[in-house]
């Protein structure tokens, strides 16, 4: 009775658990941003190379959107622009080792036999231990992901605001994490200046 009845506690955690998944953000931004600033047009900056990338243009979209929720607007020449807004992003891996626990039922041998056996094996319900918790050493990889936005007023060459994302998870999809990564990135803009803040969005499937 005692090993369903762990077993239905670990199923519901479990469930509740993925109802709540979330990519957690480390967000840290430096601006200076005018107040008084009433011209918000904009264009992307590239790289070279970033013209013709489909995963670039993917990004600027995201970002597009958001800028657009701000009250920017995109110009349609870098002449008719008062700002310029660039993007960087990377994502590395690393192997990571841990130790998890585990709960078995040491009477555990098989099926129920008749009186006086638990699951194939003699045993005094009285002296009965109960489950225990074993430990065995976890493997696998954790994804690192980075994203920069860098938003500066192309006259004065200034620096406006300056924000590096942090993500890290198991899935290696840069592309999975970026809408998240790219949301806390103006969440609250421009925010309060280098201040650390970490946002928790919720997975939509």
């Known amino acids: 009775m005692k090993r369903w009845l762990l077993l239905g506690i670990a199923l519901s955690s479990l469930l509740l658990s993925g109802c709540a998944s979330v990519i957690r953000t480390d967000v840290l931004a430096f601006h200076e941003w005018p107040a008084d600033l009433q011209n918000k ?45 660039a993007l960087n992003y990377s994502i590395d891996s690393r192997d990571v080792r841990t ?46 992901r980075q994203l920069n936005i860098l938003i500066t007023n192309i006259k004065s060459g200034k620096k406006l605001y300056d924000v590096t994302v942090h993500s890290s998870g198991g899935n290696g999809s840069l592309a999975f994490a970026m809408p998240y990564m790219v949301r806390s990135a103006f969440s609250d803009f421009p925010g309060k200046n280098g201040v650390p803040r970490r946002i928790d969005l919720e997975i939509k499937e």
């Open 41 to 85: 047009s904009y264009v992307f900056e590239r790289k070279a190379g970033q013209d013709n990338n489909l995963e670039e243009k993917s990004y600027e979209n995201l970002v597009r959107t958001e800028l657009t929720r701000l009250g920017f607007t995109e110009a349609t020449t870098p002449a008719a622009a008062n700002l310029k807004v």
């Open 99 to 144: 130790v998890q626990p585990y709960v078995v039922d040491p009477y555990w041998y098989g099926p129920y036999y008749g009186p006086g056996w638990r699951y194939g094996r003699y045993y005094d319900p009285f002296w009965y231990p109960g489950p225990v918790t074993q430990y065995r050493e976890v493997q696998y990889q954790l994804f690192q």
